[in-house]
C-alpha cells in the first residue's frame, strides 16, 4: 500500500510539472501553429534562474517557506522573453513546418549556451530545501507539503485556463484565431498581439513548471532534451492542441515514470513510449485529439 501510495504522489507530483510545459505547448500551437521545440529550454531557464533567486532569498535572511512564492516570481518574472522569441518566430508562421522546426531547434541549442554562460556545465540544486514545508501525515502515510502544493497550484492553474478560454471575452478571440485567422483579422482582432500574448503565457506556463521542480531535482544541461522527450508523449497521447489531452498525457506519462522508476528504472522511458506506440496504432489523433480530414 505504501509503495502504491509513494508510485500515486510521485507520479502526480510529477505530471503536475509536465502539464504546465505540455499546457503551453499545447497552446502555442493550438493558435499559433508552431511547434515549439524550445519549450524544454524555458523549463531549464525557469529551473536555472529559480535556484538563483531563492539563492538571492536566502542570502537576504528571507525565511525559507517564502522559497515557493519566489520560484513562482521567477518563473513569471522570465516571461519577459516570451515578445521577443515570438517577434523571431514571426517570420515562419506561414512558412512550412520544418523551418518551424530548425529554428525552434536552433533556439534549444542557443539557450543550451546561455545556461552554460550563466550557470556553468555542473548540475546545480537547492539540497532539502523542500522540506521546510513539512509532511501531511496521513495515516501510516505521508506526503511532502511541497508536491501537494505543486500538485494543488497545478490543478488550479490547469481550472483557470479552462475557464479563460471558454468564459472569457478574449479567450473567444484566442479560440477564433485558432479556427480562423484570416477572418479574425477581417473582423478587427489584432492578430500579432494576440500572438505575443499567447507565446508570453506558453513561455511562462515553461518557466514556472521548470522552476517549480528544482526543489526535488538538480537543474542540468541535460533538462531541455529530457522535458521536450516527456513532452512530446504527452501531446502525442492527449492530442495536438487539446488542454484535456495535454493533462491526460501528463498523468499516464507521470504515473508510468513513477512507477518504472520503482519497479524497474531501466524501462523509464521504454515504458513511456510503449503507450506512445499503442496510442498511435488505437488513435493516431491522440486521446482528444481532432482527426485531420
Given at each position: 500500500?505504501?509503495?502504491?501510495?509513494?508510485?500515486?504522489?510521485?507520479?502526480?507530483?510529477?505530471?503536475?510539472?509536465?502539464?504546465?510545459?505540455?499546457?503551453?505547448?499545447?497552446?502555442?500551437?493550438?493558435?499559433?501553429?508552431?511547434?515549439?521545440?524550445?519549450?524544454?529550454?524555458?523549463?531549464?531557464?525557469?529551473?536555472?534562474?529559480?535556484?538563483?533567486?531563492?539563492?538571492?532569498?536566502?542570502?537576504?535572511?528571507?525565511?525559507?517557506?517564502?522559497?515557493?512564492?519566489?520560484?513562482?516570481?521567477?518563473?513569471?518574472?522570465?516571461?519577459?522573453?516570451?515578445?521577443?522569441?515570438?517577434?523571431?518566430?514571426?517570420?515562419?508562421?506561414?512558412?512550412?513546418e520544418s523551418f518551424q522546426l530548425l529554428l525552434t531547434f536552433a533556439l534549444v541549442l542557443i539557450f543550451?549556451?546561455?545556461?552554460?554562460?550563466?550557470?556553468?556545465?555542473?548540475?546545480?540544486?537547492?539540497?532539502?530545501?523542500?522540506?521546510?514545508?513539512?509532511?501531511?501525515?496521513?495515516?501510516?502515510?505521508?506526503?511532502?507539503?511541497?508536491?501537494?502544493?505543486?500538485?494543488a497550484a497545478s490543478v488550479m492553474i490547469a481550472t483557470g485556463i479552462g475557464a479563460f478560454l471558454q468564459?472569457?471575452?478574449?479567450?473567444?478571440?484566442?479560440?477564433?484565431?485558432?479556427?480562423?485567422?484570416?477572418?479574425?483579422?477581417?473582423?478587427?482582432?489584432?492578430?500579432?498581439?494576440?500572438?505575443?500574448?499567447?507565446?508570453?503565457?506558453?513561455?511562462?506556463?515553461?518557466?514556472?513548471?521548470?522552476?517549480?521542480?528544482?526543489?526535488?531535482?538538480?537543474?542540468?544541461?541535460?533538462?531541455?532534451?529530457?522535458?521536450?522527450?516527456?513532452?512530446?508523449?504527452?501531446?502525442?497521447?492527449?492530442?495536438?492542441?487539446?488542454?484535456?489531452?495535454?493533462?491526460?498525457?501528463?498523468?499516464?506519462v507521470g504515473l508510468m515514470r513513477a512507477a518504472a522508476i520503482v519497479f524497474y528504472a531501466e524501462l523509464?522511458?521504454?515504458?513511456?513510449?510503449?503507450?506512445?506506440?499503442?496510442?498511435?496504432?488505437?488513435?493516431?489523433?491522440?486521446?482528444?485529439?481532432?482527426?485531420?480530414?
Open positions: 500500500m505504501t509503495a502504491f501510495f509513494d508510485i500515486l504522489i510521485g507520479g502526480v507530483f510529477h505530471a503536475a510539472v509536465l502539464f504546465l510545459v505540455a499546457a503551453g505547448l499545447q497552446l502555442v500551437f493550438g493558435v499559433q501553429k508552431i511547434v515549439n521545440l524550445a519549450c524544454g529550454s524555458f523549463y531549464a531557464l525557469g529551473a536555472y534562474f529559480g535556484i538563483t533567486c531563492v539563492n538571492w532569498a536566502i542570502a537576504g535572511h528571507s525565511p525559507q517557506w517564502l522559497f515557493l512564492p519566489v520560484l513562482i516570481a521567477a518563473g513569471i518574472a522570465l516571461g519577459v522573453i516570451g515578445p521577443f522569441i515570438e517577434a523571431l518566430l514571426r517570420t515562419i508562421y506561414d512558412r512550412d543550451q549556451d546561455v545556461l552554460r554562460f550563466f550557470w556553468g556545465a555542473n548540475p546545480q540544486q537547492l539540497g532539502n530545501l523542500s522540506m521546510s514545508y513539512g509532511k501531511i501525515e496521513i495515516g501510516a502515510l505521508s506526503v511532502p507539503t511541497y508536491n501537494a502544493l505543486v500538485i468564459r472569457t471575452r478574449y479567450g473567444r478571440i484566442l479560440r477564433a484565431t485558432a479556427e480562423n485567422r484570416e477572418m479574425s483579422e477581417a473582423l478587427g482582432v489584432n492578430v500579432r498581439w494576440v500572438y505575443a500574448c499567447v507565446f508570453t503565457l506558453g513561455t511562462v506556463l515553461g518557466t514556472v513548471g521548470g522552476a517549480l521542480v528544482v526543489p526535488t531535482a538538480a537543474a542540468s544541461l541535460d533538462m531541455p532534451v529530457e522535458l521536450v522527450v516527456e513532452a512530446f508523449a504527452v501531446v502525442v497521447i492527449g492530442g495536438l492542441g487539446s488542454m484535456r489531452g495535454a493533462l491526460a498525457g501528463a498523468l499516464i523509464e522511458i521504454l515504458a513511456i513510449y510503449l503507450v506512445v506506440i499503442v496510442v498511435l496504432i488505437a488513435r493516431p489523433a491522440g486521446l482528444f485529439g481532432k482527426a485531420v480530414e
